[in-house]
């Protein structure tokens, strides 16, 4: 309490000018709208409210605070200068106290001597220093349209894998770890490896995919946990992911930026961590609302190195921005199209404003093709992003294979066999190749394809458990002497027919593995055709963050600089009353005479004290007898007693004036 009442002492000293920075400095205290000084300084010393003031504060303000915390209370400006090695009168010590007195975590008491407000703890070791601030970034005007063709393929690229992680997460399990612990590194390793990038990147996918609910997280079997049971979590896409997928490029895009600044995970470093674990912190969508901002400050120029910014923004606001986390987040606005080259493009622009930003993500990123150029090194290339069926038709017949400016497919016997074994024959594969293909179908893969066909099928499995079937004497023999084979077992049960100990599918993985492409049938012969169950959930909603205040809307400065003026005039002394001023006569005769009158109206009863004060004659009535008035003409001339004396045409009278029953003036 006695800090407390230390720090309101101090605000009844201020101006309004002054306290009005307190205000804006301290909007959280402000937006309580305080009636009082005394209720404003318990506002200021509430610990969460003292936190975020000091999470504000630059390094160099965090330097001296610290300090200071470290020599105690009632300590000298002058001993603090010595502290930290600089003149009382140097610029950057100077302005460090005025921060911190406008954020009402030390002020001035008696002769040059200072106090820290209550709660607060020294962070560290006493710097020997004060930190200086980054030079400015070296910036250059902006050139045309550069900024905005550099950030294109970036963001097509994003586009392209975040669609890629959906379709993997439909076409195979991803483990996550059960409470809380995300996707672990290996499993981000092996996804990276089946997308062809690197962890970082494909972390940043995953993040992105969550947030903007095309994947989620399966909720556990809870019978299972009750009962003891291991029920594994999968990351699956969701509900609204297909319809994601279906849509152009530009508005798949608009999806993801929208949710990149809300995201809570930090910003993926080249440091691995697991990815969707449980956040703990709204710190992460601070650092990239903070990278927007900072470059949204000088739109029309461009930063020539970008880790000037972050450097800067890092000695600005330190308690939210490291260098790490900062220049990974740069990073990923690069790979979302916001940032260009050092300075904001439009889409972050409109962002930024949220108004405009599916225009400015059709100006960005061109529309999907539907044509893929094949050629001759077995390999199908796509300019920018593919359409979802021609996507569809190439994973389906060869592997993806990502690079910067183009989607690249490779094809091998084994995707064609792929292909094949989900039905198609070699005519119909080959025409589906050649409507979406820019040029002729290239003659290295049409001989893959037809020879692939060939050797497709001479080998047949039965589950029976099962039996292998082939009508190549010489194949059968081959298969029923080959060494990797012999985990299956296998006996000869007749002519081109071989009994295995292990399940249809183990059988077709052991055959694929041995350099063999069979193929699956029923008991009657026919094939079948293998096809992946297409699950889909409904999105996670993100957590709240624990401990996360309701904020209301910040003061603007003519609301602050309003209550400001306010809370010092309620401190004012109430001027003492006026003096009351003394009634007239001609009042206090009517307040006399109608306080005696039992009959008369308002308006007469102020009549006859005219005529009593100003000396005028009336005529009145008088009651005389039940019944009965008697009219006279008087010149009220006194009165007292409750009788009113009067002249009149026979002299003078004496009349009671409860006994006056109507006045009227003569004329």
Request: hydrophobic share 40%; with cysteine.
């Amino acid at each position: 309490m006695a800090r407390r009442s230390a720090l309101a002492t101090w605000l009844h000293q201020l101006d309004p000018a002054d306290l009005e920075k307190i205000l804006l400095r301290r909007a959280d205290a402000a937006e309580t709208q305080p009636h009082t000084l005394r209720r404003l300084a318990d506002e200021l010393s509430v610990v969460s409210s003292v936190r975020r003031a000091v999470d504000a504060l630059d390094q160099g303000c965090l330097d001296v605070l610290n300090t200071a915390l470290h020599l105690g209370e009632g300590m000298s400006v002058e001993v603090l200068a010595k502290a930290l090695r600089v003149a009382r009168q140097d610029r950057g010590f100077t302005r460090a106290l005025a921060r911190l007195r406008e954020s009402a975590l030390l002020w001035p008491i008696g002769e040059g001597c200072l106090r820290t407000i209550g709660g607060l703890r020294p962070i560290d070791a006493p710097p020997e220093r004060i930190t200086p601030a980054p030079p400015p970034a070296r910036r250059s005007d902006r050139v045309g349209t550069c900024v905005e063709d550099s950030a294109s393929a970036p963001a097509s690229s994003t586009v392209d894998g975040v669609t890629r992680l959906v379709e993997l997460c439909d076409a195979q399990a991803v483990a996550v770890r059960r409470y809380g612990g995300g996707i672990g590194i290996r499993e981000l390793r092996r996804m990276a490896s089946v997308l062809h990038a690197d962890e970082q990147r494909v972390r940043l996918w995953v993040e992105l995919a969550v947030h903007a609910e095309l994947l989620a997280v399966e909720e556990p079997d809870r019978r299972a946990l009750v009962n003891g049971g291991e029920t594994p979590q999968h990351l699956l896409p969701s509900t609204t992911s297909d319809d994601w997928r279906a849509a152009p490029p530009a508005r798949r895009l608009v999806d993801l930026v929208r949710a990149w600044p809300r995201m809570n995970w930090a910003p993926a470093t080249a440091k691995p961590r697991s990815a969707l674990a449980d956040q703990v912190s709204d710190l992460g969508a601070a650092i990239r609302a903070g990278v927007l901002t900072r470059f949204a400050e000088e739109p029309d120029t461009v930063v020539v190195n970008v880790g000037d910014v972050v450097a800067e923004l890092s000695w600005r606001v330190p308690a939210v921005h490291n260098t790490a986390c900062t220049a990974a987040a740069v990073a990923e606005a690069e790979a979302l199209g916001l940032v260009s080259l050092g300075c904001l493009t439009e889409l972050g622009r409109a962002l930024l404003v949220d108004e405009g930003v599916e225009e400015a993500a059709d100006r960005l990123i061109p529309p999907a093709t539907g044509v893929a150029r094949f050629q001759a090194d077995l390999t199908a290339v796509v300019s920018g992003l593919p359409t979802a069926p021609l996507s569809a038709l190439l994973d389906s017949v060869a592997e993806s294979d990502e690079r910067d400016t183009a989607s690249v497919w490779r094809f091998s016997a084994e995707s064609v066999r792929r292909a094949l074994d989900g039905g198609r024959d070699a005519d119909r594969l080959l025409a589906e190749l050649a409507a979406v293909a820019e040029n002729e179908l290239p003659q290295p893969l049409t001989h893959l394809v037809r020879d692939v066909e060939r050797r497709h099928g001479q080998v047949t499995v039965t589950p029976v458990a099962c039996c292998v079937r082939t009508a190549d004497p010489g194949l059968f023999d081959e298969i029923a002497q080959h060494r990797s084979l012999r985990c299956l077992e296998l006996v000869v049960l007749g002519p081109g027919v071989l009994a295995s100990s292990k399940s249809a599918e183990e059988t077709l993985d052991a055959l694929r593995a041995a350099g063999y492409a069979p193929t699956s049938s029923d008991p009657a012969g026919a094939p079948i055709i293998g096809r992946v169950e297409r699950r889909r959930i409904v999105p996670n909603r993100p957590k709240p963050v624990a401990g996360r205040p309701h904020r209301r809307t910040p003061l603007t400065r003519t609301e602050a600089s309003r209550l400001a003026a306010d809370l010092i005039q309620r401190e004012q002394p109430e001027p003492p009353p006026p003096p009351k001023q003394a009634e007239s006569r001609r009042i206090s005769t009517a307040r006399t005479l109608r306080d005696q009158s039992l009959f008369l109206p308002d308006a007469e009863v102020v009549l006859l004290a005219e005529a009593l004060v100003a000396g005028t004659s009336v005529e009145i009535q008088v009651a005389s007898g039940p019944r009965r008035t008697v009219g006279h003409v008087i010149t009220p001339v006194g009165h007292a007693s409750g009788n009113l004396t009067a002249t009149t045409d026979g002299g003078p009278r004496e009349f009671p004036v409860s006994h006056i029953r109507s006045v009227r003036a003569l004329g």
